[in-house]
């Protein structure tokens, strides 16, 4: 198991307490205590230097939306006490080595936030925060891409249910219906017309 840069080794015994060697993502090593692991401890202290020295950085930016969206991308990645860090942090979502590198290297990669109505979304939201699986996206896109949405490929083209609905004129849920329920093909589902009620009548 790995808990934020902290790879248990070996367990140490003494003290009273289970405490681990374990070894940093840096190549340092730190004993823990067992019950602080991925609570107060994620690092053998680099990644507190290393905030601690973007904070004193000058980026000419830093009062940016933009630079408070890094900035807290990576509090609730690596820091338990930030009120989103359960829902990653705490489920293994990670930021790559870059964008942790500095604020820089994030906006080469991503450019200024478009809008106030902009904010980072990561497309796999099962994978980590690096540019080939983050845009900037409403909160409309936002919401399509959330982990219950089932993302479909159709003809090349690969988008969730919600969005298939909408560019093939169908009723809201009516896909979802067909292939979850109904256990249709995915070919049968999307290409299956829709009956108005006056078909219905004439077939009974």
């Given at each position: 198991?790995?808990?934020?840069?902290?790879?248990?080794?070996?367990?140490?015994?003494g003290?009273?307490?289970?405490?681990?060697?374990?070894?940093?993502?840096?190549?340092?090593?730190?004993?823990v205590?067992?019950?602080?692991l991925?609570?107060?401890?994620?690092?053998?202290?680099?990644?507190?230097?290393?905030?601690?020295?973007?904070?004193?950085?000058t980026?000419g930016?830093?009062?940016?939306?933009?630079?408070?969206?890094?900035?807290?991308?990576?509090?609730?990645?690596?820091?338990?006490?930030?009120?989103?860090?359960?829902?990653?942090?705490?489920?293994?979502?990670?930021?790559?080595?870059?964008?942790?590198?500095?604020?820089?290297n994030?906006?080469?990669?991503?450019?200024e936030?478009?809008?106030?109505k902009?904010?980072?979304?990561r497309?796999?939201?099962?994978?980590?925060?690096?540019?080939?699986?983050c845009?900037?996206?409403?909160?409309?896109?936002?919401?399509?891409?959330?982990?219950?949405?089932?993302?479909?490929s159709?003809?090349?083209?690969?988008?969730?249910?919600?969005?298939?609905?909408?560019?093939?004129?169908?009723?809201s849920?009516?896909?979802?219906?067909?292939?979850?329920?109904?256990?249709?093909s995915?070919?049968?589902?999307?290409?299956?017309?829709?009956?108005t009620?006056?078909?219905?009548?004439?077939?009974?």
């Open positions: 198991m790995k808990f934020g840069r902290l790879t248990p080794i070996s367990p140490v015994r003290h009273g307490k289970l405490r681990w060697l374990c070894k940093c993502d840096c190549g340092n090593t730190k004993i205590f067992s019950s602080d991925g609570v107060n401890s994620n690092s053998c202290g680099c990644l507190r230097k290393e905030i601690t020295k973007a904070r004193r950085t980026h930016l830093s009062n940016t939306r933009t630079y408070t969206i890094w900035w807290d991308m990576k509090l609730r990645c690596y820091y338990p006490s930030s009120r989103h860090y359960y829902r990653y942090g705490m489920r293994g979502i990670k930021v790559c080595k870059r964008w942790m590198d500095g604020f820089q994030f906006l080469d990669d991503m450019g936030c478009p809008s106030s902009h904010s980072l979304d497309i796999n939201n099962e994978g980590n925060y690096t540019p080939e699986n845009r900037w996206a409403t909160s409309q896109q936002q919401a399509q891409n959330t982990r219950t949405n089932h993302m479909i159709w003809q090349g083209q690969t988008k969730c249910i919600a969005q298939w609905e909408r560019d093939l004129g169908f009723p849920h009516c896909l979802q219906q067909r292939i979850s329920k109904r256990k249709w995915i070919e049968k589902a999307f290409t299956t017309p829709i009956k009620p006056c078909q219905k009548k004439l077939k009974s």
